[in-house]
């Protein structure tokens, strides 16, 4: 069965191949590579904000001049933009291809003894508090919407509360990296933003089924099976990948070798989880914990260990880079995104009381377990910093860009953009300036 799915991806990629030519892909990437290398300058040089934010804000920037000048001054440049744009699947690009390697990027610098510290709280914070945060922000969506003239049935606010509740661990990498916040508070927000991602992941499938399928069972077993599989199943899978590669690596000492090895890692792994129908952005989390400790410790010399980092990391900062530049032109596929700001910045304020709420509730609770030897060393500075860097980014995008189409699509597009650059924007520009006056009065 593995074979038989896997020959498919092999015959899909095929087709892919012959519908779009070499060059057409190399004209595309060489445009975004381009665009995203003068944007870092332009923010190096003049704008001087953390690289991916500050190549995002430039780059809706240009969005803007496009629309308002673009068709009087060079209508054919605009038109040629506008299809090369549209021609991206954002949602494919990012959650089938991009977050993998992020994901395992970021996770193979995280410490595993920092993690093994704050075990308890970081999966309770990356589970429940993800989907009591998606419940509490469809209740107050679905109460406050009509306030403004909006109706939306209560499936479609859960389904934006479980697309908008995880805190994107792309962004939240990205930005704490620049940030300057401090080392065991930045463990503690990357800890929950790279498990909860694929939590969000699964219950978002869940829910789309519900909203759009009349004949899905929507019974607690098959709900929680599903759940179940696609959860554990990703976990399994990272695990036995990221021992595996530890295993091989042992008997090499070759940084090329290594570097491919871990290349296969995240492109194979993709295809065994989708073949298979578990989590792959769990699976790339945990193989890359495990390569990143394990099997530095045990299988690489000094110099594989620098060259291994320094490719991934070189891996992260450009894909980082192209996709902020992606958040920042998806600006021109919204051409109604003012009617909706009013929505959206009540919205904004939704999600940040969801996420206050989602954080505190939970932190709380652990006074009930300390009997057991259970207990939260987040403190109240901790809270703090863990709520406003709470960051939502391109996942979030992504998983709207794939509702299928229909009256509710654009609203809640339009919705969850306002959201994303407030947090990737506002939050993201603060929260080393937050994180810094908290540890001050502590």
């Not at 003068?38 to 704008?47: G, T």
């Not at 410490?111 to 589970?127: C, F, G």
Request: with cysteine; charged share 15%.
């Amino acid at each position: 069965m593995l074979i038989e799915d896997l020959s498919f991806y092999l015959r899909k990629g095929k087709d892919i191949f012959v519908k779009i030519t070499f060059m057409e892909l190399y004209y595309t990437f060489s445009v975004l590579i381009v665009l995203a290398s003068f944007f870092a300058y332009l923010n190096l040089r003049f704008l001087k904000l953390p690289g991916t934010i500050g190549i995002m804000i430039i780059a809706m920037l240009v969005s803007v001049g496009i629309r308002l000048l673009g068709d009087s001054y060079f209508p054919a440049t605009t038109k040629h933009f506008f299809a090369l744009i549209k021609e991206f699947d954002f949602n494919e690009i990012l959650m089938g291809a991009m977050l993998n390697f992020l994901l395992f990027a970021g996770a193979l610098h995280v410490n595993m003894a920092d993690l093994k510290e704050q075990k308890v709280p970081i999966m309770i914070y990356s589970t429940v508090s993800v989907v009591l945060s998606a419940l509490i922000i469809s209740m107050l969506l679905f109460y406050i919407a009509p306030f403004f003239g909006i109706r939306i049935p209560y499936l479609f606010c859960l389904v934006f509360g479980t697309l908008i509740s995880p805190t994107d661990p792309i962004v939240v990498l990205g930005v704490l990296k620049q940030a300057k916040v401090p080392k065991r508070i930045e463990t503690k927000i990357v800890g929950e933003s790279l498990f909860n991602d694929g939590v969000a992941v699964v219950m978002f499938a869940v829910v789309m089924e519900m909203a759009t399928n009349p004949t899905f069972d929507m019974s607690f077993g098959s709900i929680a099976w599903l759940f179940a599989k696609e959860g554990i199943g990703g976990l399994l899978l990272g695990a036995v990948l990221g021992f595996t590669a530890s295993k091989v690596l042992k008997k090499i000492d070759d940084y090329k070798v290594s570097v491919l090895i871990t290349l296969s890692i995240v492109m194979g792994g993709f295809l065994i989880a989708k073949s298979l129908h578990v989590s792959s952005p769990l699976a790339m989390v945990v193989a890359g914990l495990i390569i990143g400790n394990y099997g530095k410790k045990v299988a690489m010399s000094e110099v594989t260990k620098d060259y291994l980092e320094k490719f991934w990391e070189l891996i992260d900062e450009i894909l980082n880079a192209i996709l902020f530049l992606f958040i920042g032109f998806e600006l021109l596929l919204l051409p109604n995104l003012d009617k909706q700001l009013v929505i959206g910045l009540v919205t904004i304020l939704i999600v940040l009381f969801a996420r206050i709420s989602s954080i505190v509730l939970p932190w709380k609770f652990f006074d009930i377990f300390k009997f057991f030897g259970i207990k939260s060393a987040y403190n109240k500075g901790s809270l703090t910093v863990l709520v406003w860097g709470g960051i939502r980014g391109g996942v979030s995008i992504a998983l709207v860009l794939s509702l299928p189409d229909g009256e509710y699509k654009n609203l809640l597009l339009e919705i969850t953009y306002i959201v994303v650059l407030f947090s990737i924007v506002v939050q993201g520009l603060t929260v080393g300036k937050v994180a810094n006056k908290v540890l001050e009065k502590e």
